[in-house]
Structures are given as C-alpha cells and as structure tokens.
C-alpha cells in the first residue's frame, strides 16, 4: 500500500497535473459515481460513505463533491455503466477489469486501476459431501458465482480445472456454472432445498456458510495461485482521471485512509458495515472476519498479473501485460505489486 509519505507525495503529483489540465473542457469536477457490489471487501467503501471522506477530502482541495452511491452484481454490468459513462469509479473482480483493459488500452478511453480492495481469499464451497476435490463434480452439480464464465469466481475455477484437467481443459466445469449474487447463493447453499450445491464465495459469505454442519471448502483461490491475490479492484477511464483530477485525487486519498483507518480499527470497522449493509450478521462476527490472518489490507494489486497470464493463455485477453503497472495508474507505481 502507498504509505502515508509517499502518497503525499503522489497527491501533489494529482494536484501538478490538474493544474496542467486546466484548460481541459470537461463537465465540471464534484461529482462522483460509485459502483459496489457485495461482500466485506467493501469495507473501505462503507466507511468513506459513512465518514464522508471523500467530502472531506474533496474540501481540502478546494471541491464540494456529490458522491453517488450505486450497487450492481457482476462485471458485465459494472463495465457497462463505466463505458456508457453511468458511474465514475467502477469496482468489480480483476477478470471482468482485466478484459475491459484490453479493450480500451489502445485508446483515449483506457481503464485503469485506480487501487485494490486487498488481498482477500475466496472459498469454493459444497454442500454435497461426496465432492472432496473438483474432479469429484458430476452433471448433477451446479455452483453458483456472480457471473457465469467471466467473473472472478469463475476464472478461479477454470484456472484450478486447467490444473486439475489438464491443458485446454480450464472450462471443463462451465457448464455447471450459474449466475447468482452471493447473499442469495449462501442462502441457496445452506438451505440445502434448491438445485445449487457448490457456490464459489467471498467473506463474509463464506464465513456464514461454513458455520453450517452440512457446508464444507474444496478449496480456496490461494491454494489455486500459490499465494495472496487482490481479487476485486476499482477503477476509472483516463478521460475521467485527466478531467477530474481533483475528484480524483479526493477519491483516491479517501480510499487510501479507509483502507488502513480498517485495518486499525477492525472492531469500529464491522459495526460500519453491518449498519450500511443493514445486516443481520453479528459486528462480532465481522470483526472476526476483517481479522482473518489472510487478509492484507493494500491498495496495490497482488498476484493479478498470474491472473492477466492465465486470461492470456485462453484467449480471454488479447494483450499479456509484462508488468502491474501497464493497467494501474501511476499513483500505485511507488509499490512492488504483483
């Protein structure tokens, strides 16, 4: 993560361009648009929404910014509202991200990074107990993910068949992928009543599911890439950075102090979530989870450029990036990613 040194650093390199870009014909900075999806990946989020940081921030730099507020599940659909220019910041897993990246990098338009939600695992689960591993599926199994064949989850899973399988053999198990929001897929999973019998989750999700006696984990994605990844990120065109740049740089320093304001005050942290969440989960339960030894709290991506090779090698990506900052922006460059 940008420590606090060398963001202030990058801050006054915000600042510099904006000065530059002042003659730049744009909507008129203050406002922004935010996309969310589900999980407690978004902690940050709920704490800039309910501390009002990117007001604050934005007033520091001389801007009252209206911040917008929106939830969308999958990808596809955040990708869309960021290109039809509906939202600002889009958040979404690092495959959706990835394959908007390769869309647009060639063109003024391009998407970046603007900072991760940290380094967070997610569990592939079941509730029937003759699947031990992945080869154990059969045709009468269906697990549910947030989008079908392109989100995060179901990467993670093509990637753990190609190493199951074989070569070429990543989508052996898409056709027993389903679209389904997490809240709803866990509630599938536990009850036990619908046809979904493995659901690949996020915390807390995840974490409420195994509390159930006929729940167990296959695996979890850092058994899949050897290592801590950043799975969900958020991120903006260059035409949105450039034009903004003081919106930008507010968000930006918002997000920064969210993230280790959570990491320090994981008790104060939960308690903000479940009250935006309006959850009926326990903030103790939360806590538990935001404490979890696998969790690292940055905002530079980790392990996603093993998640850009594999996209590359099925085709899903045209371009194989050599290095994390050919998708990041430059405030994230000080830090080794990965």
Same mark, same amino acid.
């Given at each position: 993560m940008?420590?606090?040194?060398?963001?202030?650093?990058?801050l006054?390199?915000?600042?510099?361009? !904006?000065? &530059?870009?002042?003659?730049?014909? %744009? #909507?008129?900075?203050?406002?922004?648009r935010?996309s969310?999806?589900?999980?407690?990946?978004?902690t940050?989020?709920?704490?800039?929404?309910?501390?009002?940081?990117?007001?604050? $921030?934005?007033?520091?730099?001389?801007v009252?910014? @209206?911040? /917008?507020?929106?939830?969308?599940?999958g990808? %596809?659909?955040?990708?869309?509202?960021?290109?039809? !220019?509906?939202?600002d910041?889009a958040?979404?897993?690092i495959?959706p991200?990835?394959?908007l990246? @390769?869309k647009t990098?060639?063109?003024? +338009?391009?998407?970046k990074?603007?900072?991760?939600?940290? %380094?967070?695992?997610? =569990?592939l689960?079941?509730n029937?107990p +003759?699947v031990?591993?992945?080869? @154990?599926?059969t045709?009468?199994?269906?697990?549910?993910?947030?989008?079908?064949g392109?989100?995060? /989850?179901?990467?993670?899973?093509q990637?753990?068949?190609?190493q199951?399988? !074989?070569p070429?053999?990543?989508k052996?198990?898409?056709?027993?992928?389903?679209?389904l929001? $997490?809240?709803d897929?866990?509630a599938?999973?536990?009850?036990?009543?619908?046809e979904?019998?493995?659901?690949?989750?996020? &915390?807390p999700?995840?974490n409420?599911a195994?509390k159930?006696? +006929?729940?167990?984990?296959?695996?979890?994605? =850092? @058994?899949?890439?050897?290592?801590?990844?950043?799975?969900?990120v958020a991120?903006?065109?260059?035409t949105? #950075?450039k034009?903004?740049?003081?919106t930008? /740089?507010?968000?930006?320093?918002?997000?920064?102090?969210?993230?280790?304001?959570v990491?320090?005050?994981? *008790?104060?942290?939960?308690?903000? =979530?479940?009250?935006?969440?309006?959850?009926?989960l326990?903030p103790a339960?939360?806590?538990d989870?935001l404490?979890?030894?696998?969790?690292e =709290?940055?905002?530079?991506?980790?392990?996603?450029? *093993?998640?850009?090779?594999f996209?590359? #090698?099925?085709? &899903?990506?045209?371009?194989?990036?050599?290095?994390?900052?050919?998708y990041?922006?430059e405030?994230? $460059?000080a830090?080794?990613g990965?």
């Open positions: 940008p420590t606090r040194r060398s963001f202030g650093r990058l006054a390199l915000g600042l510099a361009l !904006g000065g &530059a870009l002042g003659a730049v014909p %744009a #909507r008129a900075e203050g406002l922004l935010i969310q999806q589900f999980g407690t990946l978004y940050p989020f709920h704490v800039m929404k309910q501390r009002k940081l990117i007001e604050k $921030h934005g007033k520091a730099l001389g009252d910014i @209206d911040v /917008q507020w929106t939830r969308l599940s990808g %596809a659909a955040v990708n869309d509202a960021l290109l039809a !220019g509906n939202i910041i958040s979404a897993g495959g991200f990835l394959i990246w @390769d990098r060639s063109t003024p +338009n391009a998407v990074i603007v900072g991760a939600f940290g %380094a967070q695992p997610n =569990y689960l079941t029937n +003759n031990k591993t992945i080869k @154990d599926f045709d009468k199994d269906k697990i549910a993910m947030p989008v079908a392109v989100s995060v /989850q179901a990467r993670i899973l990637l753990a068949s190609e199951t399988f !074989g070429g053999k990543a052996t198990l898409d056709p027993l992928m389903v679209t929001p $997490h809240p897929a866990t599938a999973l536990i009850s036990g009543s619908t979904i019998t493995a659901h690949l989750s996020n &915390a999700f995840q409420q195994l159930s006696p +006929n729940v167990h984990k296959v695996f979890s994605s =850092y @058994d899949v890439f050897g290592g801590p990844i950043t799975p969900t991120y903006a065109t260059e949105f #950075r034009e903004n740049p003081k930008y /740089q507010a968000f930006l320093a918002a997000f920064l102090e969210a993230t280790e304001w990491a320090a005050h994981k *008790k104060e942290a939960a308690e903000i =979530y479940v009250e935006v969440e309006q959850s009926k326990e339960f939360i806590e989870v404490s979890s030894p696998d969790t =709290y940055t905002l530079v991506p980790r392990g996603t450029l *093993k998640f850009a090779a996209m590359h #090698r099925i085709g &899903a990506i045209k371009a194989k990036p050599g290095s994390f900052k050919d990041t922006f405030e994230l $460059h830090d080794s990965s």
